[in-house]
């Protein structure tokens, strides 16, 4: 079992290798049954366990990618599992031979035993990341044939067994034939959007936050953008209570002393006119001076089913693990908690990479070398912060 090396309000309950391929990358619970989609290094695709015994989760299933390709994204809703496939390796020139490029729809009638009803065909280098809660609408980021990297799109789910392109937006620049509007050296490109309303909040790389009007889904239009000159932007987590949006900016690059990320706080309460607040503080400790990589690199997204909050905030900080955050003043977010997992067997850090909150309070946590899945449970203090800071319904 891979261990605790740091911790504070969080204590490590379980722990799993995954049967050895325990590259894990996004990860969801359902009901009785997690979800975890795999980097792509170990040759797995999709893992699910059994965790109706969170102390003891059993692993009942694990699918191979395809070849040249990875499976690294799970949604779960509506009694359906949706699963991307993108080429694999993602650094050009690409996969060496022909790989899976879309999005593949599973029937959950058994939870541990996924049935596939339908597959979109993006082509290109294929989807990248999911996200959807239920509903007609999957919104996703995709490289289809005719783009140079990765675009927004929306897909219809109305009839799973044969899922259709609704729309997509990018920058301009990013198609065939068209010359790119960016500064050399930089990357535009859409990672992914959360949605709050008729507002789509796109971390878009090195552009930062794209904020789209889809109150008419099949013709999305910027409205606005925040800068604040970060880089990879990954994740913009809307607070629609709030009127504000948390961000995070991937680190992308191993360390030792990497170029900075970091996680900021956007004011959206006039989402035409974007305000950057403040940035969240940065773990204290040498993390800069380890191997692998040290910096954000996403948020719990507040998941209808999952615990839901717009004050106590979660977010995976690779080695320097899970950061737990209290942002009762937007102006000056405060980390509460932490914990931080042993360097695992054949890695040279820990790589804390994918987290899920649940409704009972648990975190789920991936890492995205060789350290499998982790649960965690907070103490009695962070629980009842949690619980009187939880979302109602």
């Known amino acids: 079992m891979v261990g605790t090396a740091s911790a504070h309000g969080l204590r490590l309950i379980a722990h799993h290798d995954l049967d050895g391929r325990s590259d894990g990358m996004q990860i969801m619970r359902e009901g009785d049954a997690l979800y975890i989609g795999h980097n792509g290094t170990s040759g797995a695709g999709t893992s699910i366990v059994d965790v109706r015994d969170p102390v003891k989760p059993e692993l009942v299933a694990q699918w191979p990618a395809p070849p040249n390709t990875h499976t690294h994204k799970v949604q779960v809703a509506d009694g359906l599992l949706l699963v991307n496939h993108e080429g694999f390796p993602l650094r050009p020139p690409g996969p060496a031979g022909p790989h899976g490029a879309g999005l593949a729809v599973y029937r959950l009638d058994d939870p541990f035993a996924p049935e596939r009803i339908g597959f979109w065909e993006s082509g290109g280098r294929g989807v990248h990341r999911i996200v959807w809660e239920g509903g007609p609408y999957a919104h996703m980021s995709a490289t289809p044939d005719g783009f140079n990297d990765r675009i927004w799109v929306v897909v219809d789910l109305t009839d799973p067994t044969n899922p259709a392109l609704v729309s997509r937006w990018w920058?301009?620049?990013?198609?065939?034939?068209?010359k790119p509007t960016w500064p050399q050296g930089k990357r535009y490109a859409a990672h992914h959007a959360l949605v709050a309303g008729d507002r789509a909040y796109v971390g878009y790389d090195d552009a930062n936050m794209?904020?789209?009007?889809?109150?008419?889904?099949?013709?999305?239009?910027?409205?606005?953008?925040?800068?604040?000159g970060g880089g990879a932007t990954h994740t913009c987590l809307p607070l629609p209570g709030r009127g504000l949006v948390v961000v995070t900016d991937e680190q992308q690059t191993d360390g030792p002393r990497a170029p900075e990320r970091r996680m900021h706080v956007i004011d959206v309460s006039d989402d035409l006119n974007p305000r950057y607040l403040a940035a969240f503080p940065a773990p204290e400790g040498n993390f800069n001076d380890r191997p692998l990589r040290f910096g954000p690199h996403n948020f719990h997204e507040n998941r209808r089913g999952s615990y839901r909050s717009e004050r106590i905030l979660f977010a995976t900080y690779f080695n320097a693990g899970v950061r737990v955050y209290d942002l009762k003043d937007?102006?000056?977010?405060?980390?509460?908690?932490?914990?931080i997992s042993q360097t695992p067997p054949g890695s040279a850090a820990p790589q804390a990479n994918d987290l899920f909150v649940d409704a009972e309070g648990l975190i789920w946590v991936t890492d995205r070398g060789t350290g499998g899945?982790?649960?965690?449970?907070?103490?009695?203090?962070?629980?009842?912060?949690?619980?009187?800071?939880?979302?109602?319904?």
């Open 171 to 178: 920058w301009p620049g990013q198609a065939d034939g068209e």
């Open 330 to 339: 937007p102006h000056h977010p405060v980390e509460i908690a932490h914990w």
């Open 210 to 228: 794209v904020v789209l009007d889809i109150a008419d889904i099949t013709m999305p239009m910027m409205i606005s953008r925040a800068v604040w």
């Open 373 to 393: 899945l982790f649960v965690l449970e907070p103490d009695p203090d962070l629980a009842r912060l949690m619980r009187d800071n939880e979302l109602p319904g």
